[in-house]
């Protein structure tokens, strides 16, 4: 099948980057969160980072005007009956996306395609309590998520090969470049990333050197673009705390012991620039 219309679950970080890299390739978009303050929000975010292309000549207002048009949001799953693929990019948490997918069944026809944009919980595991287990199937994009080219597209031990070949062609249509790998904790990227950010906080509560030396280190001295502490603030420390508890769940190997600083942070709130202050201050 070829997908023609998306749905995605959140209008945060993650579901309204989905929502505009669909859009400016011309895919109609239907967004959904839980009232319309958030879906508001994740329209703003949208329209923000399209007059940020604008600026660099990247697009120009009449794309934008366009894209915009193509977004609809929403606090209903039933205005999501109509899409081919239905995508979850709700908080890491995995009671939530559960909820989520259930819900989805109840609401969506059968042979809608479902897809979870978890960083780090089994895709087979998801699609055991869906009603379309063969038409499950995991889509992890990176943020952010329109400047990312990856996006880890994620077979669960039910997912058919139609389901994960309209989903490779829906990444390539937007224009990413998807990789298959196999189901398990943290996939591939997550699974080598996140224990490198968690070592990191372990560098920097024994003081060993500043955040910021940390970061230079790793920036100058292994050519990464953003070192991992910054990242780290990126990404949002209680995400990065949440994929640690699954590692260590899941592996059952104390090296994905999360950092206590890690876990105290998160404890106070300071989750990285989505809340003004994690390592760094915003």
Do not use: W
Request: aromatic residues 4%; glycine residues 8%; proline residues 4%.
């Amino acid at each position: 099948m070829t997908i023609q219309s998306v749905g995605i679950i959140g209008a945060g970080t993650m579901g309204n980057g989905i929502a505009q890299a669909c859009a400016v390739v011309g895919l109609p978009v239907t967004m959904v969160d839980i009232n319309d303050a958030a879906v508001q929000k994740g329209i703003a975010t949208v329209s923000g980072s399209l007059d940020r292309l604008i600026k660099k000549d990247k697009l120009t207002a009449a794309q934008k005007a366009e894209a915009l048009a193509l977004i609809r949001g929403s606090t209903d799953y039933g205005d999501l009956k109509g899409c081919d693929i239905v995508i979850e990019a709700a908080t890491e948490n995995h009671a939530l996306k559960i909820k989520i997918l259930q819900l989805l069944d109840e609401t969506l026809p059968a042979e809608t395609l479902v897809a979870t944009n978890t960083s780090s919980i089994s895709i087979t595991q998801l699609a055991a309590v869906t009603k379309r287990a063969e038409r499950f199937i995991g889509m992890h994009f990176f943020n952010p998520v329109p400047m990312m080219a990856l996006v880890e597209i994620i077979r669960g031990l039910q997912t058919s090969d139609a389901t994960h070949d309209a989903v490779k062609d829906l990444a390539l249509r937007l224009g990413k470049s998807p990789i298959t790998v196999k189901n398990a904790p943290g996939f591939v990227v997550n699974r080598i990333l996140v224990p490198m950010i968690n070592e990191a906080f372990f560098v920097l509560s024994e003081g060993l050197a500043s955040a910021e030396d940390i970061d230079a280190g790793m920036k100058l001295g292994c050519n990464q673009p953003i070192g991992p502490l910054a990242l780290a603030d990126m990404v949002g420390l209680d995400v990065c705390l949440a994929v640690m508890e699954v590692y260590l769940k899941e592996f059952g190997d104390s090296k994905y012991r999360p950092c206590p600083l890690l876990k105290e942070m998160v404890a106070a709130g300071r989750l990285g620039r989505k809340t003004g202050r994690g390592v760094y201050s915003y």
